[in-house]
């Protein structure tokens, strides 16, 4: 399986300001994935990041709140736009090596708390 | 809808007993049931994987059972050790033609006791 890393681990950040965190994976894959996970609860999707393609976003998450960047096969970015406390969560970064594959990797997480 | 519904909530069990973790879903479009492992402060894990066709499938201590007509499956875990404890997420995969997308069961806290 690939070894997935996020930056940041963790951050506190400011009510109205945005943060950008960063997957990088070790091997080239097809397919990366936004998750938000909140304390204790389960894993929500955000969007699908195709490299080369625009981002699909789920119902509720929007470009402007969750802009993402997907530039090569082996990175990208999700940016929490203009913060707010109920954004406080877990955001998960996971990857798939074809559009078709089954199996997901997730990496560690990245713990965002908006005060 | 998409929907896969996971019981119990939480588990307690005894080292060396069995935990039994349940799912169902209703889309019949599922095609691909993992089970992921997650430790506090760590990213979901891949664990063990079904595929429709395959009534249970074993992997040392886990085992995950699939009834296909009920729309059910679940994960066993034998023989259960204190390293277990963690939370276990079910989850359903579906093809839309561009991408694989994974809906996930509310997850499981399981703590197994001494």
């Known amino acids: 399986s690939a070894v997935i890393s996020q930056k940041p681990s963790r951050d506190i950040c400011q009510r109205g300001t945005s943060l950008t965190i960063q997957c990088q994976v070790d091997s080239q894959v097809t397919m990366m994935f936004w998750y938000r996970q909140q304390p204790g609860q389960s894993l929500t999707l955000i969007a699908t990041?195709?490299?080369?393609?625009?981002?699909?976003?789920e119902s509720g998450f929007v470009i402007d709140k969750f802009p993402i960047s997907r530039p090569n096969l082996t990175f990208s970015t999700l940016t929490v736009s203009n913060m707010s406390p109920e954004d406080s969560s877990i955001y998960l970064c996971?990857?798939?090596?074809?559009?078709?594959?089954?199996?997901?990797?997730f990496g560690p997480g990245t713990r965002l708390t908006v005060t | 809808q998409q929907q896969v519904k996971q019981s119990p909530q939480s588990l307690i069990v005894q080292k060396g007993g069995i935990s039994i973790i349940n799912c169902a879903y209703e889309?019949?479009?599922?095609?691909?049931f993992p089970w992921y492992q997650q430790f506090p402060g760590k990213g979901p894990a891949l664990l063990i994987a079904?595929?429709?066709?395959?009534s249970e499938k074993k992997e040392g201590r886990f085992t995950i059972s699939f009834n296909k007509s009920a729309k059910q499956f679940s994960l066993h875990i034998m023989d259960s050790q204190p390293g277990d404890s963690a939370t276990y997420f079910c989850a359903a995969r579906v093809y839309t033609g561009t991408a694989s997308k994974l809906t996930f069961g509310t997850g499981t806290r399981l703590q197994v006791t001494l």
């Open positions: 079904i595929r429709p066709d395959v």
């Open positions: 990041a195709n490299q080369g393609s625009e981002a699909t976003y």
């Open positions: 996971s990857v798939a090596s074809g559009t078709n594959s089954y199996e997901q990797y």
């Open positions: 889309n019949t479009a599922f095609d691909y």
